[in-house]
């Protein structure tokens, strides 16, 4: 099962913004067989799949010497009701960071409507065991549009 929530980056600022897209489709591992009747996207996948995102946007600011664990999240909203079958814009933005955490604010939006938002989001960091391999699974989970590009 793969337990990442979002497709590709599409835009990155170290140490300010990163913008992703998610595709939320019916195939999803997390729906089989949960809904008998009309399946529903839980409110805890989109909070997962800001915070993913968010947290790579640390990572690459600190040229991949930390990971970033989430520590705490504040003043999430999510709408209800939101059935599969649409693609989501998620923007993360990085209010202050240190070496040893981060903060930051998170949206998701699909065609300019706001679905969903973490007002405050803390990272604890943690000494990167292996750099280059945290630049490797940036490259590969970041999507094609980044292998090849000098953002690593």
């Not at 599409?10 to 809904?35: A, D, M, Q």
């Not at 604890?124 to 000098?150: C, E, K, M, N, T």
Request: with cysteine; net charge neutral; proline share 4%.
């Amino acid at each position: 099962m793969r337990l990442l929530f979002y497709d590709r980056i599409s835009g990155l600022v170290p140490g300010e913004s990163i913008t992703g897209i998610k595709t939320f489709c019916l195939s999803e591992e997390y729906l089989r067989n949960h809904f008998r009747k009309e399946p529903l996207v839980p409110g805890v996948i989109y909070i997962e799949a800001m915070a993913q995102l968010l947290g790579w946007l640390v990572i690459r600011t600190h040229d991949f010497r930390f990971s970033a664990v989430m520590s705490l999240v504040e003043d999430v909203t999510v709408a209800p009701d939101l059935r599969p079958g649409f693609s989501a814009e998620i923007t993360g933005r990085l209010i202050s960071t240190s070496r040893s955490d981060s903060l930051g604010s998170a949206t998701m939006t699909v065609d300019g409507k706001e679905i969903a938002s973490i007002g405050r989001i803390i990272y604890v960091h943690s000494r990167a065991a292996d750099p280059d391999g945290l630049r490797a699974l940036f490259r590969y989970y970041g999507g094609s549009r980044w292998i090849g590009q000098d953002l690593y």
